[in-house]
Protein backbone atom coordinates (compact mmCIF):
# COMPACT_ATOMS: atom_id res chain seq x y z
CA UNK A 1 0.00 0.00 0.00
CA UNK A 2 1.34 3.43 -0.37
CA UNK A 3 -0.14 6.83 0.76
CA UNK A 4 -2.07 8.12 -2.72
CA UNK A 5 -4.17 11.42 -2.69
CA UNK A 6 -7.27 9.73 -2.00
CA UNK A 7 -7.23 6.49 -0.91
CA UNK A 8 -6.56 5.05 2.58
CA UNK A 9 -3.40 6.48 4.49
CA UNK A 10 -1.49 3.28 5.27
CA UNK A 11 -1.81 2.45 8.88
CA UNK A 12 1.30 1.80 11.05
CA UNK A 13 1.68 0.98 14.73
CA UNK A 14 5.86 2.01 15.58
CA UNK A 15 7.83 3.17 18.47
CA UNK A 16 7.59 6.74 19.10
CA UNK A 17 9.10 9.47 21.40
CA UNK A 18 7.05 11.50 23.07
CA UNK A 19 7.73 14.73 24.85
CA UNK A 20 3.59 16.10 24.99
CA UNK A 21 2.96 15.72 28.62
CA UNK A 22 4.79 19.11 30.59
CA UNK A 23 5.61 16.88 33.53
CA UNK A 24 7.48 14.72 32.33
CA UNK A 25 10.93 14.70 30.30
CA UNK A 26 9.55 12.38 27.55
CA UNK A 27 8.55 8.90 27.27
CA UNK A 28 8.60 6.29 24.78
CA UNK A 29 5.06 5.02 23.48
CA UNK A 30 3.82 2.93 20.69
CA UNK A 31 2.03 5.26 17.93
CA UNK A 32 -1.28 4.10 15.30
CA UNK A 33 -2.38 6.21 13.25
CA UNK A 34 -5.69 4.55 14.29
CA UNK A 35 -5.18 6.08 17.62
CA UNK A 36 -6.26 9.23 15.08
CA UNK A 37 -9.44 8.28 13.66
CA UNK A 38 -11.78 10.78 13.68
CA UNK A 39 -10.06 13.45 13.51
CA UNK A 40 -7.44 15.18 10.74
CA UNK A 41 -3.50 14.05 10.83
CA UNK A 42 -0.36 16.10 9.21
CA UNK A 43 2.35 13.36 9.05
CA UNK A 44 5.64 14.43 8.42
CA UNK A 45 8.95 12.98 7.62
CA UNK A 46 12.34 14.54 7.66
CA UNK A 47 15.52 12.60 6.98
CA UNK A 48 17.91 12.22 9.92
CA UNK A 49 18.42 13.58 13.30
CA UNK A 50 21.19 16.03 14.81
CA UNK A 51 21.18 17.32 10.93
CA UNK A 52 20.84 21.63 10.07
CA UNK A 53 17.69 21.60 7.96
CA UNK A 54 15.56 19.13 9.90
CA UNK A 55 15.42 21.09 13.38
CA UNK A 56 14.25 24.12 11.91
CA UNK A 57 11.25 22.39 9.96
CA UNK A 58 10.54 20.72 13.12
CA UNK A 59 10.90 23.85 15.59
CA UNK A 60 8.25 25.82 12.64
CA UNK A 61 5.60 22.65 12.90
CA UNK A 62 5.86 23.07 16.96
CA UNK A 63 5.49 26.40 16.91
CA UNK A 64 2.50 26.26 15.20
CA UNK A 65 0.75 23.18 17.11
CA UNK A 66 -2.30 25.62 18.30
CA UNK A 67 -2.88 26.54 14.68
CA UNK A 68 -3.20 22.50 14.09
CA UNK A 69 -4.99 22.61 17.25
CA UNK A 70 -7.72 24.93 16.37
CA UNK A 71 -7.85 22.93 13.41
CA UNK A 72 -8.70 19.82 14.96
CA UNK A 73 -5.64 18.17 13.37
CA UNK A 74 -2.84 16.25 15.27
CA UNK A 75 0.42 16.90 13.93
CA UNK A 76 2.89 13.77 14.00
CA UNK A 77 6.78 13.32 12.56
CA UNK A 78 8.78 10.19 11.76
CA UNK A 79 12.37 9.73 10.16
CA UNK A 80 13.69 6.72 10.14
CA UNK A 81 16.06 6.89 13.51
CA UNK A 82 15.16 5.37 16.41
CA UNK A 83 13.28 6.67 19.34
CA UNK A 84 16.16 6.84 21.40
CA UNK A 85 17.71 9.24 18.76
CA UNK A 86 15.23 11.48 18.85
CA UNK A 87 15.10 11.37 23.02
CA UNK A 88 19.10 12.13 22.51
CA UNK A 89 18.83 15.00 19.88
CA UNK A 90 15.92 16.51 22.23
CA UNK A 91 17.87 16.75 24.90
CA UNK A 92 20.77 18.02 23.37
CA UNK A 93 19.49 20.86 21.41
CA UNK A 94 17.95 23.42 22.67
CA UNK A 95 14.99 24.70 20.37
CA UNK A 96 13.76 20.75 20.38
CA UNK A 97 13.47 20.72 24.29
CA UNK A 98 10.19 22.05 24.13
CA UNK A 99 8.97 19.47 21.39
CA UNK A 100 5.02 18.67 21.46
CA UNK A 101 4.31 16.55 19.10
CA UNK A 102 5.37 12.56 18.55
CA UNK A 103 8.25 11.38 17.02
CA UNK A 104 8.14 8.01 15.18
CA UNK A 105 10.40 5.93 15.19
CA UNK A 106 10.77 4.13 11.47
CA UNK A 107 13.62 1.98 11.98
CA UNK A 108 12.53 -0.83 9.80
CA UNK A 109 11.77 1.70 7.20
CA UNK A 110 8.17 0.48 6.42
CA UNK A 111 6.67 3.32 7.22
CA UNK A 112 8.64 5.65 5.04
CA UNK A 113 8.29 2.72 2.02
CA UNK A 114 4.59 2.47 2.79
CA UNK A 115 4.20 6.66 2.24
CA UNK A 116 6.64 6.56 -0.68
CA UNK A 117 9.09 8.63 0.77
CA UNK A 118 11.98 6.07 1.67
CA UNK A 119 15.21 6.86 -0.13
CA UNK A 120 16.27 3.16 -0.05
CA UNK A 121 20.00 3.90 -1.15
CA UNK A 122 20.87 6.06 1.91
CA UNK A 123 17.80 4.18 4.17
CA UNK A 124 16.28 7.58 5.10
CA UNK A 125 13.46 9.65 4.41
CA UNK A 126 12.79 12.54 2.12
CA UNK A 127 10.65 15.43 3.46
CA UNK A 128 6.72 14.17 2.72
CA UNK A 129 3.89 15.91 4.32
CA UNK A 130 0.90 14.38 4.25
CA UNK A 131 -2.63 15.71 5.54
CA UNK A 132 -5.20 12.49 6.39
CA UNK A 133 -8.49 13.29 6.44
CA UNK A 134 -11.08 12.36 9.81
CA UNK A 135 -12.04 9.10 7.25
CA UNK A 136 -8.21 8.01 7.06
CA UNK A 137 -8.62 9.22 3.78
CA UNK A 138 -4.98 11.07 2.11
CA UNK A 139 -6.38 14.35 0.87
CA UNK A 140 -2.68 15.51 0.37
CA UNK A 141 0.75 15.08 -0.66
CA UNK A 142 4.00 16.71 -0.85
CA UNK A 143 7.55 15.59 -0.83
CA UNK A 144 10.55 17.50 -0.90
CA UNK A 145 14.09 17.04 -1.91
CA UNK A 146 16.46 15.89 1.18
CA UNK A 147 18.12 20.27 1.15
CA UNK A 148 14.67 22.00 0.48
CA UNK A 149 12.57 22.83 3.84
CA UNK A 150 8.85 23.27 3.84
CA UNK A 151 6.50 26.10 4.20
CA UNK A 152 4.62 25.27 7.25
CA UNK A 153 2.48 28.08 6.58
CA UNK A 154 1.17 26.31 3.44
CA UNK A 155 0.67 23.05 5.02
CA UNK A 156 -1.92 25.05 7.12
CA UNK A 157 -3.40 26.87 3.91
CA UNK A 158 -3.90 23.65 2.36
CA UNK A 159 -5.48 21.86 5.42
CA UNK A 160 -7.96 25.04 5.61
CA UNK A 161 -9.04 24.91 1.78
CA UNK A 162 -9.19 20.95 2.52
CA UNK A 163 -11.61 21.49 5.26
CA UNK A 164 -13.66 23.93 3.69
CA UNK A 165 -14.86 20.85 1.08
CA UNK A 166 -15.41 23.29 -1.46
CA UNK A 167 -13.72 24.73 -4.42
CA UNK A 168 -11.22 26.78 -3.37
CA UNK A 169 -8.70 29.43 -6.57
CA UNK A 170 -5.11 28.95 -6.29
CA UNK A 171 -3.92 31.10 -3.90
CA UNK A 172 -6.90 30.78 -1.45
CA UNK A 173 -6.98 31.83 1.91
CA UNK A 174 -8.94 31.03 4.95
CA UNK A 175 -11.78 33.78 4.77
CA UNK A 176 -11.48 34.56 1.16
CA UNK A 177 -14.57 33.57 -0.89
CA UNK A 178 -14.46 29.64 -2.61
CA UNK A 179 -15.95 28.66 -5.85
CA UNK A 180 -19.59 27.62 -5.55
Known amino acids: MSATVGQLAPDF ?15 FVQANLADYAGQWVCL ?3 PLDFTFVCPTEIVEFNDALSQFASRQCAVLTASTDSAFSHKGWCESHPQLRDMKHLMLAD ?4 LSKAYGVLK ?10 FLI ?16 GRNIDE ?4 LDALQ ?3 LTPCGWKKGEKTLN
Not at 137 to 145: Q, Y
Not at 155 to 158: E, G, P
Request: a neutral charge; glycine letters at 8%.
Open 13 to 27: SVQAYDRTKNDTPGE
Open 44 to 46: YFY
Open 107 to 110: TTHA
Open 120 to 129: ADQGIAYRGT
Open 133 to 148: DPKGIVRWASVNDLPV
Open 155 to 158: VLRI
Open 164 to 166: TDK
